[in-house]
């Protein structure tokens, strides 16, 4: 087990579109550590994207280094890469991304098929365990359409954690829910990172960015922020606030 | 991933689009359908020529007078009467290898019996004809040496024949007139059935070739001699050694042309099959391009399939497959796509050359390597096929599948 999970260094991607170069990134030197809860916040054009594409090894950077979980990723080619996001990334994206008219638990299992080191034996087992333990153990056998917004999430969720990654890397992924299925999402990624995973939250929104116990804000394409979260909130305690309305609500 | 995971996703994937897939399949189900069809004929028809073929006799030769030449000129087979029971007397004292020779005068006319009367073909033919053919009576004798050289008017009867003459009645030992000449029935002759053109082998009348010349038309002209060997391996050294003898016998100089042919069973039974090998051949075409076309079908359903799967391609790179388990996926999708179709196909091919055969009576043949080279090639199509618009799956860059809509 490696301490630091991310660490770049003078990471740099340019864009050539025509004759003109974009700097995405201009530079960005970011560590986090095991065990953090990071929220990556920016505008639309900041560069926030590319830095996610990069962190999470599907794209490769145009200058500058990049350690995740002690391997070099840099400069790796295209497989070596693909089994580094099998292996140590979990990945969550923004509108779900769940195969259509393909049940829950074999949505979870798909990341365990793909992956040649061969740990994983008993790949539907280990599928049920990780829906279980977004409660989810009901729902195996539906399909995405037949499951909620919240909890097509949950099934994205469980199948970003079914390797046992390193590293969470989550896209926007309250990006299409109500306040309160996106509180109910935030509450299992504070639990799970209570349970020690690192999560790498990559949201525009200020109220989402709350749960997460530090933010790094980007800028045309260099970090201008990163600070702790000094008014944390709690998902679980927003969730029983939220239920208390509804009540005197009705 | 594995093997039979992969093909579990390609089932799933055709099961969720079973309209489109059908009629993707549709091409490669007609073209092995066709392919299974024109085989089940072709080889029926085949090897029912074969069987004809064998049912004219055993280890048979066949001397037909050949195309005489008078200057140049062609005079056709039937031009030059040039066959005579003096080359039949040849044969028999000189040849080594050849173990039964016999004339064939042909002659048609009424024949009358108890029963009714019929125009049928009439044989003058010498004892060996039985041994040459491998024709056993059904009831009777076969005439004798000592029948043909007393020139005695006794008759054997096809089956046919004797149906006609004596419905009902045993025909042995009763009288018929062929050509108002009273004949004695000595036999009946067994069931040969239909030569390769179709003609009945049984409607026949066979009587010694001394009494055919004397009695019935006092021609000399004998438009056949057939000869057979007691061994196969013998058919090509007799067919030689009549050659010779008769070439010298008839003079024909080194390099002249011949004016008859001799030709061995399996001879006839080639030029009787290369009719329907030439219609073997353009069904085996037409059922090519039917896999062609079902294959190019295959191609273009499998990139509608790839640009409209393009996000879930996009998750499968991002949650770790490489490009060549992308590829492999819909490569096996193809595969399974075109082997389905190809059983399909078969199935279909199958009952299709069954029906066929018993509506019109054809022999219909089913061989298993037919049915391996039907589902291996349709599996081949799959691969053909699904192989360019796999790699172009294969190739996409996680990130712009992933946002594409």
């Known amino acids: 087990m490696n301490e630091i999970v991310i660490r770049t260094d003078a990471l740099k991607k340019t864009y050539a579109t025509g004759s003109s170069e974009v700097h995405a990134l201009r530079g960005v030197d970011l560590t986090i550590a095991r065990g953090e809860f990071v929220a990556i916040m920016g505008t639309s054009g900041s560069g926030k994207s590319t830095l996610m594409n990069l962190l999470g090894c599907l794209d490769t950077p145009t200058d500058g280094g990049y350690e995740l979980d002690g391997v070099r990723v840099e400069g790796l080619g295209k497989n070596e890469l693909a089994a580094i996001r099998n292996q140590k990334i979990g990945f969550v994206f923004q509108g779900f991304n769940l195969l259509p008219r393909t049940t829950a638990v074999d949505n979870v299992e798909l990341p365990l098929l793909y992956d040649r080191s061969g740990r994983k034996r008993d790949t539907r087992a280990i599928a049920i365990a990780a829906l279980e333990r977004v409660g989810l153990g009901d729902r195996l056998e539906h399909q995405p359409s037949e499951l909620s917004g919240g909890q097509q999430q949950r099934v994205a969720i469980a199948r970003a954690l079914v390797t046992e990654p390193a590293l969470m890397l989550a896209d926007e992924p309250t990006g299409n829910l109500d306040t309160r299925t996106t509180t109910e999402v935030m509450a299992i990624f504070q639990e799970l990172n209570e349970q020690g995973m690192t999560i790498v939250l990559v949201t525009h929104e200020s109220e989402v960015a709350v749960y997460a116990k530090r933010i790094v804000e980007v800028r045309d394409g260099r970090i201008v922020r990163d600070e702790p979260v000094r008014n944390r909130r709690s998902a679980a305690a927003d969730i029983e606030r939220l239920v208390t309305q509804e009540r005197s609500a009705a | ?405």
Not at chain 2, 143 to 169: W, Y
Not at chain 2, 258 to 285: G, H, I, P
Request: aromatic share 6%.
């Open chain 2, 1 to 405: 991933m594995k093997t039979q995971i992969l093909v579990k996703l390609a089932l799933q994937s055709i099961r969720k689009n079973k309209m489109r897939a059908a009629l993707t399949m549709l091409g490669i189900i007609i073209g092995v359908a066709a392919v299974i069809v024109m085989v089940a004929v072709g080889f029926g028809a085949r090897s029912r020529i074969r069987a004809q073929i064998s049912n004219l006799g055993t280890n048979m030769i066949v001397i037909t007078p050949g195309a005489a030449q008078q200057g140049g000129v062609s005079q056709g087979a039937q031009a030059f009467a040039n066959l005579s029971l003096a080359d039949v007397e040849m044969i028999r004292k000189n040849a080594q290898v050849v173990s039964a020779v016999s004339p064939v005068i042909v002659t048609r006319g009424q024949v009358i019996g108890d029963g009714g009367n019929w125009r049928t073909l009439i044989n003058g033919v010498d004892t060996d004809y039985q041994v040459i053919r491998d024709w056993q009576t059904a009831s009777g004798e076969f005439f004798t040496a000592e029948d043909v050289a007393s020139v005695r008017k006794v008759a054997l009867l096809g089956q046919t024949v004797a149906m006609q003459l004596f419905p009902g009645i045993d025909p042995i030992g009763q009288q018929i007139q062929i050509r108002n000449v009273p004949f004695t029935v000595s036999g009946v002759l067994a069931a040969k059935g239909q030569t390769a053109s179709g003609t009945d082998s049984d409607d026949v009348v066979i009587i010694p070739y001394t009494t055919a010349q004397s009695a019935l038309s006092g021609r000399t002209f004998i438009p056949q001699i057939l000869a057979s060997t007691a061994s196969e391996n013998d058919i090509a050294a007799a067919q030689e050694e009549i050659r010779v003898l008769m070439r010298e016998s008839r003079r024909i100089a080194e390099g002249d042309p011949e004016d008859f042919t001799v030709k061995n069973q399996n001879e006839l039974a080639e030029a009787a099959s290369s009719s329907t090998r030439v219609m073997t051949m353009l069904l085996a075409a037409i059922a090519s391009i039917s896999l062609l076309v079902g294959g190019i079908g295959i191609m273009n359903i499998m990139l509608v399939s790839v640009t409209e799967r393009t996000r879930e391609i996009g998750i499968r790179l991002a949650i770790g497959a490489r490009g060549s388990d992308v590829l492999t996926q819909f490569l096996v999708e193809s595969i399974v796509m075109g082997i389905l179709g190809g059983c399909i196909g078969l199935a279909l091919g199958y009952t299709g050359s069954k029906v066929l055969g018993h509506f019109t009576g054809w022999d219909t043949v089913m061989s298993p390597l037919v049915i391996l080279v039907a589902i291996g090639f349709s599996g081949a199509v799959g691969i053909f096929f699904g192989y360019y618009p796999a790699r172009k799956a294969a190739a996409l860059n996680p990130i712009e599948a992933l946002r594409y809509e």
